[in-house]
């Protein structure tokens, strides 16, 4: 009697940098029958990654390159699970799946919403974010506008390569909280605070206080981590500056929870895809 081959597990190409990445990594790692490549871009020194599969550090090469990767390295399907306001990322994953035919996700948490009390101001883009800021003027302690011209303390939690984009604003002062210490061109009244979240609505409040914060930027990034900025200042009464999220590639399915992206995955037809196409076809 012969004994039916065990089909080769489907190999899943995981494009991570988030928190909703690694905790994918980790639910599917249970799953029989999934082999998971993590992928990071290696912007971060010490970067957290999940502990339980195969880690992959770097860029492609755009598009081309990644549908290169995927041919190569014979991926069967492809989750996008990279930060919301990773475009570049985002576009050539859907390009590339396109190209290739290898079946695409994005994973996409949902973005934050306005709550009784806060002051938002949204805005399309950074260079929007930066725009705003050279044109804010503290208000007065009893609420109304201050002096025209008088510089304003903004706290910039966009991450620390957008921090060029202030780096001509002479008039304000920045306090820039970032995982690792920026480089490049900065601008020339900035305090830099090295953290990593999840950060709290105390340590966020007494934060704000300390440095007598006008306005908090931010990017509309969703989640838990970093939200507490959030209620801190609505609870002081603070502007928020919230740039709006680059719209996803159009035609990608996605989903806005990690549950979501692993019943996709396991739900996907077991009929070969692009890897075992390829075994197919060598065989
Ligand atoms: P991006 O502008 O969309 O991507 C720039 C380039 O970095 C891509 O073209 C690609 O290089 C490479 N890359 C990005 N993500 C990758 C991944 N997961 N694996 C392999 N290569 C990747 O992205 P970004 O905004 O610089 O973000 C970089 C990474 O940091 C992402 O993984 C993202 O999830 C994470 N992150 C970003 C933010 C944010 O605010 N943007 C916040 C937290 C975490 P090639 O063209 O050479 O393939």
């Not at 050539?92 to 002051?119: Q, S, Y």
């Not at 035609?251 to 037809?269: D, F, I, Y």
Request: glycine share 10%; hydrophobic share 45%; charged share 20%.
């Amino acid at each position: 009697m012969t004994v039916p081959a065990r089909p080769a597990p489907r190999r899943v190409l995981l494009l991570g940098g988030t928190g909703e990445g690694r905790r994918l990594a980790v639910t599917l790692a249970a799953e029989a029958g999934l082999d998971i490549v993590y992928s990071l871009a290696g912007r971060v020194r010490d970067p957290q990654v999940p502990p339980s599969c195969r880690v992959r550090i770097g860029g492609f090469g755009g598009p081309a390159g990644l549908a290169d990767h995927l041919r190569a390295e014979r991926i069967d399907a492809m989750v996008d699970a990279t930060h919301p306001f990773a475009a570049r990322m985002s576009a050539a994953a859907a390009a590339a799946a396109a190209a290739t035919g290898v079946p695409l996700l994005i994973l996409n948490r949902p973005g934050w919403h306005e709550r009784p009390g806060d002051d938002w101001r949204r805005v399309p883009s950074l260079p929007a974010a930066a725009d705003l800021v050279d044109r804010f003027t503290p208000a007065r302690p009893d609420g109304n506008d201050g002096e025209p011209g008088q510089a304003p303390r903004v706290f910039l939690t966009t991450g620390r390569t957008d921090l060029a984009l202030f780096a001509d604003q002479h008039r304000p002062w920045f306090l820039a909280r970032c995982v690792d210490p920026p480089t490049g061109t900065l601008p020339p009244r900035l305090t830099v605070i090295l953290a990593r979240g999840p950060f709290d609505v105390a340590g966020e409040t007494e934060l704000l206080r300390r440095h007598a914060i006008d306005a908090v930027v931010t990017k509309d990034s969703g989640g838990t981590m970093t939200a507490a900025k959030l209620t801190a200042a609505r609870d002081l009464g603070l502007p928020v500056i919230m740039v709006d999220r680059p719209s996803t590639p159009p035609g990608v399915p996605l989903v806005t929870g990690v549950e979501a992206a692993a019943h996709w995955l396991t739900a996907l037809p077991t009929e070969p895809t692009n890897g075992f196409a390829a075994l197919l076809e060598s065989s």
